[in-house]
């Protein structure tokens, strides 16, 4: 076997993930964002990722990618039914509700087929970090939310579909 088919040889499992460390990594990335354009740091909010994170479980569970789920449930609709409530007053108006970003992505970065066995190049936690804030800093709707002043609270939420080699990251902003 070549020595570079064998370094990828990992294709029995992915590396071990750690579903928390994933987030406190996704969470540091945000908040380097946010201080090169001058603003606040956002607090981690436990509330806000356990909705983050149960939201993200049902992606993985049922296979559905989208902020809104099959039922037509929104993000506010998932905080209202975990009773958070988040508004922002400013005066003259003021919003309600929570705001998402998703992102969703294979454990591997390629795969390489030898002799009909698949042969994979397992990902890390700091580069599925690095990807989810990156693609999100790179799509005008998921940047606003990361850059928007007023958000002051954060809650992200990892889980995995092993059996399709996928990761949903949910991140809730209040």
Known sequence: MHNSLRQQRRNSQPAQLSISGLEKKIHQ?????????????????????????????????????????????????????ANYHCRKDYGAYYTKGISENIFKSHLYSCVTYYNGVPYYDWMTQDKLANLAVNGWMSSPGHRKNILTATYDQEGIGVAVALERNEVYITQNFC
Do not use: V
Not at 58 to 65: E, G, I, L, S, Y
């Open 29 to 81: 990335l945000i908040s380097y964002e946010r201080r090169k354009y001058r603003l606040n740091s956002l607090q981690f909010d436990s509330q806000l990722a356990d909705i983050a994170r149960g939201h993200s479980k049902d992606m993985a569970k049922r296979n559905f990618f989208a902020h809104h789920t099959p039922e037509g449930k929104t993000p506010a609709d998932r905080g209202i039914a």
